[in-house]
């Protein structure tokens, strides 16, 4: 039984400790909740900082988890721009950094998230070079892409995954000129494997972004301080007049790591390593959202999970298992994305070589289709690319680990509902 004397806090001021925050409240809980944020922000989405609000299609106060006077009303007790620099677990307290307060608690929750991956490379003190992962980030690409849309700039990213490929059409949309340099030999190599990264390969191609395969960056040519071209290891130089790193992110886990707590290796993604009920090591901290690495029973794996979804339905599972309640976090991974005239979700978990097929159904070259990866028959997971009202289809099937007919699968007219069990 959950004590209202006790002290809950939540380190990290993203989409997963804002739900926690909530969750707490909306199970009764009558003790303090104290959410620490290293941003000035109050805590928000992270998708319309790529998607719609970089393109100025939503306004600023759109992207926020909730109104600003809802953490009062609600008794949060919120601190912005405050870092946690040490977790004393034997005192059960942590250490804000600048002001130097100690703040006692029962249970803590660690969803400090995920930063963008550097580049290592010379030229990246340049003025010219961006990442984007917070609100403040955003802000400015948004006014750099406005420019070189204006200006007829170049903008030169290094990565093809989701962040680099969305950026890619936001600045095409405003009209600049763009080249994407990836490692492998497909945009989305990681996620959806050759087959289906060709899909965006064109998608993009058409819309005038040039795509440079088999290279890295290997520096960024500047003069004055202002970026003028990005070289690659196959010796080539291509124009720029801004370069975004978009190779990744990292999960935050030097808090946890100097606490003691286990983190697992980055071969199966890093991330603190928690139970089933985001439970880390220490059963009074738990680890929700980016930084969470949990086991998944139905992938027979530890996943950890950058997406939207997991932030929104980790930290309410995690909030209530600190309140004592049972809790699996067993939730279909699930992601969206949106590219000029593509929309697409994802569910399920395939990275290359966990697949033996890739079934299509409907037709790819309109991009009016479902893709399917399987594994011995099984689903794995799957895409739906502007087809609809689906998802909850997709996951049934993933769930299902039975042998599909992979031949009804791709028949548009057999309902999936009646292959989903």
Known sequence: MVDADQTFVIVG?????????????????????????????????????????????????????????????HDIELHLGQTVDAVDRAAKTVHLGESGTVVH????????????????????????????????????????????????????????????????????????????????????????????????????????????????????????????????????????????????????????????????????????????????????????GDVASFPHGLFGSRLRVEHWANALHGGPAAARAMLGQEVVHDRVPYFFSDQYDLGMEYSGWAPPGSYDEVVIRGDAGKREFIAFWLRDGRVLAGMNVNVWDVTEHIQRLVRNTARVDTEALAAPHVPLESLAG
């Open 105 to 288: 608690y029962d249970k803590l929750l660690l969803a400090t998230g995920a930063e963008p991956r550097r580049l290592d490379i010379p030229g990246t003190g340049l003025a010219g070079v961006h990442h984007l992962r917070r609100l403040s980030h955003a802000e400015r690409l948004k006014g750099v892409l406005a420019a070189l849309g204006r200006d007829n700039g170049h903008l030169v990213i290094a990565g093809a995954g989701w962040i680099g490929l969305e950026v890619a059409a936001a600045a095409r949309e405003y009209g600049a000129e763009v080249t994407v340099v990836e490692a492998s030999e497909t945009p989305l190599h990681g996620v959806l494997g050759p087959e289906l990264g060709q899909v965006f390969a064109d998608l993009h191609a058409e819309r005038g972004v040039r795509f440079h395969f088999g290279a890295r960056l290997t520096e960024i040519v500047g003069q004055d301080g202002m970026v003028l071209a990005a070289r690659t290891d196959d010796g080539e130089e291509h124009p720029a007049h801004d370069v975004l790193a978009a190779i990744g992110a990292a999960p935050r886990t030097a808090l946890a790591e100097t606490a003691g707590l286990d983190i697992a290796d980055r071969a199966h993604g890093g991330g603190i390593v928690v139970d089933e009920r985001l439970r880390t090591s220490d059963p009074d901290i738990h680890a929700a």
């Open 13 to 73: 001021g993203g989409l997963a400790g804002a739900k926690a925050a909530e969750t707490f409240r909306a199970e009764g809980f009558t003790g303090r909740v104290i959410l620490i944020c290293d941003e000035r922000d109050h805590p928000y989405e992270r998708p319309p900082l790529s998607k719609g609000y970089l393109l100025g299609k939503e306004q600023r106060d759109t992207v926020f988890v909730h109104e600003p006077a809802w953490y009062a009303r």
